[in-house]
């Protein structure tokens, strides 16, 4: 992006739902009920088993106090909502997924760890909750299936003052050279895991989409200006791995 305004924001995002608005509203839903069952164990194979290392970490940058209200966006197999459940288990948990096959995997889940999650199966780019609701939102490994600018405002319109959203997500490295890498890496590991698990062909269909939509996507520092323009204040960032993957924590005042 050549600038970082408000306006060429919407444009990228206008430029990312025209692209791929047909498998937004469609094929990720066949995608994601085809991998709901292998989903963690593939993630774990993409990573070289770092997965867990990651999820940590972030955490480790999350503040939760007892009876926080905490709200999980795209919740899929509820990984966050369970890590930060064990971080601190006297918490209001409320996931929300697009997927129910995603999270009924994760209400299985939580279910044998003795956990309770809240689930509701919707859009969340109109999130179904009254303002200022949450203390907590979480974002994570989804961005890049969404309007994420939208999202962004609906996640600071039901946080309340003083109540912080983070979010981890792949993103587009500044460098070429890291990113072309990256993208090659990638389609390995989309083949190779369409291979293990024996894919089905919504998800066969949309590897070339997987690298796709990280190439339209953000580097860590224009999320960081998204964030900002979508009416966050404190935004800050933390990059690993030449900026593939970041955190990011913004407050709402």
């Known amino acids: 992006m050549a600038t970082h305004s408000e306006a060429a924001f919407n444009k990228n995002e206008s430029d990312r739902r025209q692209s791929f608005s047909g498998i937004w509203n469609g094929e ?11 989903y963690d164990r593939a993630n774990v194979i993409a990573s070289l088993g770092l ?42 948990v409320q996931a929300i997924d697009r997927s129910q096959d995603m ?20 859009d969340v780019h109109q999130l179904p909750y009254p303002d ?15 309007g994420i600018m939208q999202v962004s405002k609906e996640i600071h319109r039901v946080l309340k003052p003083g109540g912080h959203f983070y979010h981890c997500d ?9 990113e072309n890498a990256y993208y090659i890496y990638l389609k390995f590991c989309l083949n190779l ?6 894919s089905d062909q ?30 966050f204040a404190s935004v800050e960032h933390s990059s690993i791995f030449a900026g593939m993957v970041a955190f990011h924590k913004a407050g709402k005042k």
Not at 103 to 122: H, N, P, Y
Not at 193 to 198: E, K, P, V
């Open 28 to 38: 990720l839903d066949k995608v994601f009920a085809d991998v709901a069952k292998y």
């Open 51 to 92: 997965l867990g290392v990651w999820l940590k970490r972030f955490v480790s940058t999350i503040d939760v106090k007892p009876g926080d209200k905490v709200l999980d966006v795209c919740a899929g197999t509820n990984v966050m909502g369970i890590a930060l459940l064990k971080k601190q288990p006297g918490m209001d």
């Open 103 to 122: 999270q009924q995997v994760g209400a299985e889940r939580a279910s044998r760890l003795g956990f309770t999650i809240k689930s509701d199966i919707g």
């Open 132 to 146: 200022e609701h949450f203390d907590v939102v979480t974002l994570q490994y989804a961005s890049r299936h969404l």
């Open 170 to 178: 792949m993103l587009r490295p500044r460098n070429k050279l890291v």
């Open 193 to 198: 895991t369409s291979w293990l698990f024996n």
């Open 202 to 231: 919504a998800s066969l269909d949309c590897r070339d989409y997987f690298i796709e939509a990280l190439k339209m996507f953000y580097s860590a520092e224009e999320l960081s200006d998204l964030m900002r323009t979508a009416g």
